[in-house]
């Protein structure tokens, strides 16, 4: 591939300077992305994103590049207009040489660009708990600049994205179905997630029952998807905006803790590592409502806690899902690796029902309704 980026990909973009090299970069489990670096004559050298989107997954590429820009656009004009700087707080997306977002390749492949923010990392764990706390700051922050969105302008990248209710069709076909012949070597994984049907339909039924609203919301709020500032570890820019849709703020909140709560990270093989640290929900907790707390419902702040359980079940059943399926949706890394990370999320959301009631004291903690 990355011949096929030197001699065709980056030749379609608008880039500056002279292609020196590229080279794969960061973790993600869907689109594939590279850094690509450029000489110029007068200035110093420059680096850009290049990502190569799964369209197996997003089968609409126009439809979620209009998402993105018209995001992005929002948030620019957001930035501006409180003083900040857009092109360090939110993605800035480099078109085609001929005006475009996505370049078609020669194999059918579509291909986007942004500029890399420099000075400034994706923490894969938090290893002092202010990121943390920074990052829900961030997400809460992201949260209140879209509140304004027009919704329904938005394409629904991927269909009933957080359904539990589907996920749990979609899973309970792949028990059937069996199709990579896994089924009875993981019965125990598969009667966990069967013994906890009800929850899966607790956010979905409130939603559908105008209990709880619906907002803008990105959907895939992993630590990793937030730039953090080198020099101030502030959270600077959110990230990955494929899946922003409309959705729950419960969404959001459950799926930080999920990922950025765990003493572990998602494919940690030895379980006794792997646990819900009550001072890193706290951490987020309390920069989360902080920033987004006041718009907050009380049946939206009362599922919070819940909320932390409910995403780890539903991705832990994804990656089950998945590894029942044959590995087609998760990129993976070496054998049996969602299935390793379906064993991370069991762990942890057996470990969040024993902390249930210290969370929502942490949640009490920090409501201000006055
Ligand atoms: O892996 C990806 O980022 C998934 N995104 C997200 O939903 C979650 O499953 C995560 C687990 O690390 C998409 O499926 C688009």
New binding site residues.
């Given amino acids: 591939m990355l011949d096929k980026i030197k001699n065709e990909i980056v030749k379609a973009f608008l880039f500056d300077g002279d292609f020196i090299y590229a080279e794969p970069f960061g973790c993600?489990?869907?689109n594939a992305t590279y850094a690509v670096y450029f000489r110029r004559e007068t200035k110093p050298p420059v680096r850009y994103i290049l990502q190569a989107v799964?369209t197996t997954?997003?089968t609409d590429p126009q439809g979620l590049m209009e998402n993105i820009q018209g995001v992005t656009s929002h948030l620019r004009k957001k930035i501006q207009e409180q003083g900040g700087d857009p092109q360090r707080e939110t993605l800035t997306l480099v078109p085609t040489r001929d005006g475009k977002l996505l370049y078609e390749d020669s194999d059918g492949g579509f291909w986007r660009s942004y500029l890399f923010i420099e000075n400034a990392t994706c923490h894969q764990s938090v290893d002092r708990p202010i990121l943390f706390t920074n990052a829900a700051k961030a997400f809460g922050h992201f949260q209140k600049l879209l509140a304004d969105y027009p919704a329904d302008t938005l394409h629904e990248?991927?269909a009933d994205?957080?359904n539990t209710v589907n996920r749990y069709e979609l899973f309970e076909k792949a028990v059937a179905e069996d199709k990579a012949g896994r089924a009875a070597s993981v019965e125990k994984e598969i009667r966990f997630f069967l013994d906890r049907k009800a929850d899966g339909a607790v956010v979905v039924d409130a939603i559908k029952e105008g209990r709880l609203p619906l907002r803008v919301t990105h959907?895939?709020t992993?630590l990793n998807?937030i730039m953090m500032d080198n020099d101030t570890d502030e959270g600077i820019c959110v990230i990955?905006l494929?899946?922003v849709m409309p959705g729950s703020v419960l969404y959001d909140f459950g799926?930080s803790i999920?990922?950025g709560a765990s003493t572990a990270d998602?494919d940690e093989q030895n379980l006794s590592l792997v646990s819900m640290d009550l001072g890193l929900f706290e951490a987020y907790t309390a920069g989360f409502l902080s920033e987004a707390g006041a718009s907050l419902t009380d049946e939206e702040i009362r599922l919070l806690p819940f909320s932390a359980k409910l995403l780890t079940l539903?991705?832990g059943m994804?990656?089950l899902t998945d590894y029942l399926n044959g590995d087609t949706?998760?990129r993976i890394h070496r054998e049996h690796h969602n299935l390793d990370?379906c064993r991370t999320q069991i762990t942890l959301v057996a470990d969040m029902e024993r902390k249930m009631e210290e969370m929502k004291k942490i949640v009490a903690k920090y409501v201000n309704r006055t």
């Fill in positions: 993600g489990h869907i799964n997954i997003f990248t991927i994205f957080h959907n895939d992993k998807n990955d494929d899946t799926d999920r990922f998602e539903e991705c994804r990656f949706y998760f990370r």
